[in-house]
């Protein structure tokens, strides 16, 4: 059976730093890519930034570029997304999501809060 789990939210200052994780199980191989989403009410969920997990390459959202940094884990089909200098509209429910061949997972969910 198939699962992401997402850990690391929580409610942070402006300007202040969190760390994400996600832990995909139930593959047979590894991931092809791996993303963070956000989404806020009422608005469309977004791609935040994707690492392709054989060749390490990541992109990134414009509005994070440059402040998160998404990064492999040394577990198979782990993924981390450090955010630094947070703002208030990084606030949103942040969203694991695998790809596996033809296949597309998500996780449960992690809220992230940016508020002082």
């Known amino acids: 059976q198939v699962q992401l789990v997402e850990s690391g939210g929580g409610l942070v200052e402006p300007g202040g730093s969190l760390r994400l994780s996600c832990a995909a199980s139930?593959?047979?191989?590894?991931?092809?890519?791996m993303s963070w989403y956000r989404q806020t009410p009422g608005k469309q969920r977004e791609l935040v930034a994707t690492?392709?997990?054989?060749?390490?390459?990541?992109t990134y959202a414009e509005s994070v570029k440059g402040r998160f940094t998404i990064s492999r884990g040394n577990a198979k089909n782990t993924v981390y997304l450090q955010m630094n200098s947070l703002k208030p509209e990084d606030s949103a429910i942040y969203y694991c999501n695998a790809h596996y061949y033809a296949m597309t997972y998500w996780g449960q969910g992690t809220q992230v809060t940016v508020s002082s």
């Open positions: 690492m392709q997990m054989t060749s390490g390459d990541t």
């Open positions: 139930g593959f047979t191989f590894n991931t092809n890519a």
